[in-house]
C-alpha cells in the first residue's frame, strides 16, 4: 500500500456552472429515473436534443442550493480522506 508515502490528494473538478448544466441535460435526456435501470432504458437518448431553456431556468431555481450542497460534499469526501 502507499501507507505515508501519498497522504495527500489532488482532486482536479470542472466548474459548478459547467457541470450543473450538464448534469441537467443528462437527467432530460434520461427522463428523469429514479433506478439505474430506468437511466439505462433511455441510454441510446443521451445528447440527441437540448432541453427548453425554460426548462433548465426552473430546474435550475428549484434544485440550485441541493445542487451545491452535493457539489460540496462531494468535494469534502475526497479531499477530506
Known amino acids: 500500500g502507499w501507507e505515508d508515502a501519498a497522504d495527500q490528494s489532488i482532486l482536479i473538478v470542472r466548474n459548478i456552472r459547467n457541470t450543473f448544466t450538464e448534469f441537467h441535460h443528462v437527467m432530460w435526456d434520461l427522463g428523469a429515473p429514479k433506478t439505474y435501470a430506468e437511466a439505462l432504458e433511455h441510454e441510446y437518448d443521451l445528447y ?7 426548462h433548465f431556468l426552473s430546474w435550475r431555481d428549484e434544485h440550485v442550493y441541493d445542487e451545491i450542497s452535493f457539489y460540496g460534499w462531494f468535494i469534502d469526501y475526497w479531499m477530506e480522506g
Not at 48 to 54: A, G, I, K, T, V
Open 48 to 54: 440527441d436534443n437540448l432541453p427548453p431553456q425554460e
